[in-house]
Nanobody, 116 residues
């Protein structure tokens, strides 16, 4: 069974940075289309950033210019570098992997809390 595990969340102050990691088990990491989602009590689940198996990247409007998604196929890990964090970025961040449009893994998430 393929598993995804996020790490790197925490409590930071407004304006600070964090880097999240998402490690996915198994031997098919390089084939996956990957995504970071976030959800909080005050907003619905939002796709923050996606990176396809061939490196195409998309960002939500709220992430553009502040967040950077990347992947390291050799390490089977996806990253999300978040700069200039704001209280509105407070959420549970989770990652998922798709293959041919079907979900293969979805992690439990890591909490990011930004204080003002």
């Amino acid at each position: 069974q393929v598993q995804a595990v996020e790490s790197g969340g925490g409590l930071v102050k407004s304006g600070e940075s964090l880097t999240l990691s998402c490690r996915i088990s198994g031997d098919s990491f390089s084939l996956y289309d990957l995504a970071w989602y976030r959800q909080s009590r005050t907003r619905q689940s939002e796709a923050v950033a996606t990176i396809s198996n061939d490196g195409k990247i998309t960002y939500s409007d709220s992430a553009k210019g502040r967040f950077t998604v990347s992947r390291d196929n050799a390490m089977k890990t996806m990253y999300l570098r978040m700069n200039n964090l704001k209280p509105g970025d407070t959420a549970q961040y989770s990652c998922n992997a798709k293959l041919h449009g079907s979900y293969r893994a979805w992690g439990p998430g890591t909490q990011v809390t930004v204080s003002s």
